[in-house]
C-alpha cells in the first residue's frame, strides 16, 4: 500500500489529534531530547526519515568535520543519537550516485521534487542562505512542523 501525500497525511493526523513530531518526522514517537538539545543548537534539528540509517552513521562519523564545523560530541551522546536517528531512519536507501551514503537532506531526490518550484533567488536570499535552514521559510520548522500551509517564502 502506498504512503499518502504528505499533506493528506499531516491532515489525517491533525483530524485524529495526532501531531507531527519534529525529529521523528511524524512518527508516533517523540523525538529523543538529546538530539533535540545537541543538533537544535545549530539548526533545527532535521527529521530523522529523511535520511536513511546508513547515511545518519555517516554524518555522525564526520561530526569533527561537520559542514565546516566541529561538532564533536562525547561519545555517550553521540550514540544516544545515532541510536534515536537509526530507529527513527527513513527505509529506503541516500546514496549518492557512487554509491557512498548521502550527508545531506538538501541532496535526496525527495527534497529536490518538494522544493523544485522554489525561485533560486529564495535559496541566495540573505535570510535564507542555505537550503538547509528550514527554519527561514517553514514557520514551525524547529517544532517539527513542515506543511505547505506553513510557508513563507522571504522577498528578499
Known amino acids: 500500500m502506498n504512503n499518502p501525500p504528505f499533506s493528506i497525511s499531516v491532515l489525517l ?32 534539528p532535521f527529521p530523522a526519515r529523511h535520511l536513511s540509517a546508513e547515511s545518519w552513521r555517516a554524518v555522525l562519523a564526520g561530526l569533527p568535520r561537520h559542514f565546516g564545523q566541529d561538532a564533536s560530541l562525547d561519545p555517550e551522546t553521540a550514540k544516544t543519537i545515532e541510536v534515536y536517528l537509526a530507529a527513527h531512519a527513513g527505509r529506503r536507501p541516500t546514496l549518492a550516485i557512487e554509491g557512498s551514503p548521502r550527508l545531506r537532506i538538501t541532496e535526496t531526490p525527495w527534497f529536490r521534487r518538494e522544493h523544485d518550484e522554489i525561485p533560486s533567488r529564495v535559496w541566495q536570499s540573505a535570510a535564507v542562505k542555505s537550503p538547509a535552514r528550514c527554519e527561514a521559510c517553514h514557520q ?17
Not at 22 to 42: N, Q
Open 13 to 44: 493526523a491533525t483530524l485524529l489529534g495526532g501531531t507531527v513530531a519534529l525529529a521523528s518526522g511524524g512518527g508516533k514517537a517523540p523525538p529523543d531530547p538529546t538530539y533535540v538539545r545537541e543538533c537544535g543548537e545549530c539548526h533545527a
Open 140 to 156: 514551525g520548522a524547529e517544532q517539527g512542523r513542515f506543511s505547505e500551509h506553513h510557508v513563507h517564502l522571504p522577498k528578499e
